[in-house]
């Protein structure tokens, strides 16, 4: 597969004629195959066949997690059992799992988005690519790995954990491509440094990262800590999993929607009303292409705004700030770990880990900000009166700020866990 798929350079207008043509067998698959959507569209008083144009997409009802929870395991599965080829699962921590079923045909598609991505991010047929997301029932792991064999690429399987041993087989097998979480890349890196192994000298050209938010200080940390050039993969379990979207290498400006299959709205997450591009809100998809389980007009609860393609024809996601679900409310003020992640990799002081504790103090909601120093820290209290200043004035919250011991902040084999909330902790 060398080389662009031609539709990542069609012109507008050849693209939404593929989309249009997509979204109407999506929406009438889902109709005919599904019996939630069957009553959904009924109960909305809409059928398949109104769809004229991409714009009337937005009569349509919007689908939730709960959709899918209520359904669990497989009451959304539009294709009988036995054209199942794959079933994907999220660890229900936070609620009922949901489980995502694809068919051979759906494990294609996604084995190209991942090798269109990968191939945006500078990967090319022969390259080594070392994959340390999870292998399993996340996505990470098997998305990665089938992609990178599409595109022609040998791939070293090491899946997330066991860090000393990753950085043997990266020092030794010397890949070109690294794939992981941007929070365990660091921990890599991390090691390599504790080994006494320079990161800059490994080989690697390229990263990948993923799965969690990141800003771009933690993508300046990442590029210069590794001499290497790093992406944003974005996805999500419900529509496949990484490889919906991602980040060309030679402009770095925001994950490209791969439209020709998810299509993709903004809606005000309050009201559910679609919003124009440019806006601000949460980011619903389409499948357009998906067999076993299409979702139509899914809610990730992933807050961007649509940007104009660059790179390629398609569009553009800003970087995710946060989820909806991520975000903190103390003492009446929004906020997200990003916006606190770019204040703390600001500071060269300091490490790039971080972990926010919320608490009451009293019948107030306080947070703590754990953090590390980079080295030997000369004063401790001022660096600290620092980032409490910088966050007062930027974000508005008075935060109490505790520079730990170098490595005592819990570190992950994947997704990065930011947050501790104990607010609803018995005192
Ligand atoms: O995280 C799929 C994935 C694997 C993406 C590897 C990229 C790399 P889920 O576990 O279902 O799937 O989690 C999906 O993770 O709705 C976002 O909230 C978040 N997320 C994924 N990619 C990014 C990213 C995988 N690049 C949820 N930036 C999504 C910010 C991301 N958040």
């Known amino acids: 597969m060398p080389g662009l798929d031609p539709i990542e350079t069609a012109s507008g207008d050849e693209l939404a004629a593929l989309q249009l043509a997509r979204l109407r067998r999506s929406l009438a698959h889902a109709y005919a195959h599904v019996p939630h959507y069957r009553a959904a569209f009924d109960a909305a008083g809409i059928h398949p066949d109104e769809l004229r144009d991409l714009s009337d997409l937005r009569r349509f009802p919007l689908t939730t997690k709960q959709h899918l929870r209520d359904a669990y395991p497989l009451g959304l599965l539009a294709v009988p059992r036995a054209q199942v080829q794959r079933l994907h699962a999220s660890s229900g921590t936070t609620g009922t799992a949901t489980v995502i079923a694809h068919t051979a045909h759906d494990v294609r598609i996604w084995s190209e988005l991942m090798a269109r991505s990968i191939h945006a991010a500078g990967g090319r047929p022969g390259m080594l690519v070392h994959v340390a997301y999870g292998y399993g029932l996340f996505t990470g792991g098997l998305g ?102 991602c980040e060309c290498v030679e402009s770095k400006d925001g994950p490209h929607i791969w439209e020709d299959h998810f299509y993709p709205e903004i809606i005000d997450p309050v009201s559910g009303l ?99 120093p980079r080295d030997t820290l000369q004063d401790t209290a001022a660096c600290a009166a620092d980032l409490a200043h910088r966050i007062k004035a930027t974000i508005g919250i008075s935060v109490a700020i505790d520079i730990a011991d170098p490595g005592s902040i819990e570190r992950s084999g994947g997704k990065a866990r930011r947050v501790i909330d104990r607010r609803r902790e018995m005192p």
């Not at 010397?174 to 390599?192: F, G, K, N, Q, W």
């Not at 969690?212 to 200080?217: L, N, R």
């Open 274 to 372: 679609p919003l124009p591009d440019g806006s601000f809100g949460e980011l619903v998809f389409t499948t357009l292409s998906r067999e076993a389980m299409p979702l139509i007009r899914y809610r990730t609860r992933d807050l961007t705004r649509l940007l104009p393609g660059t790179a390629r024809t398609m569009r553009r996601m800003e970087r995710i700030t946060g989820r909806s679900d991520d975000m903190i409310v103390l003492r009446g003020v929004n906020l997200f770990p990003s916006q606190v992640e770019q204040l703390v990799l600001a500071d060269a002081r300091l490490a790039p880990q971080y972990l926010i504790e919320l608490h009451r103090r009293g019948r107030l909601d306080a947070m703590t900000l754990h953090v590390e």
């Open 144 to 245: 990665a790995h089938y992609g990178a064999e599409r595109l022609g690429c040998a791939v070293v399987p090491a899946s997330g954990g066991m860090t000393p041993r990753q950085v043997q087989l990266i020092r030794d097998l010397r890949p070109d491509i690294l794939m992981a979480t941007p929070s365990y890349a660091l921990v890599i890196l991390d090691e390599m440094r504790a080994q006494g192994i320079d990161p800059r000298a490994t080989g690697l050209r390229f990263g990948i990262f993923g799965a969690e938010p990141w800003t771009s200080g933690m993508r300046a940390e990442l590029e210069a800590g590794f001499a290497l050039d790093a992406t944003d993969i974005y996805g999500l379990s419900e529509m496949m999993g990484p490889g919906v979207a």
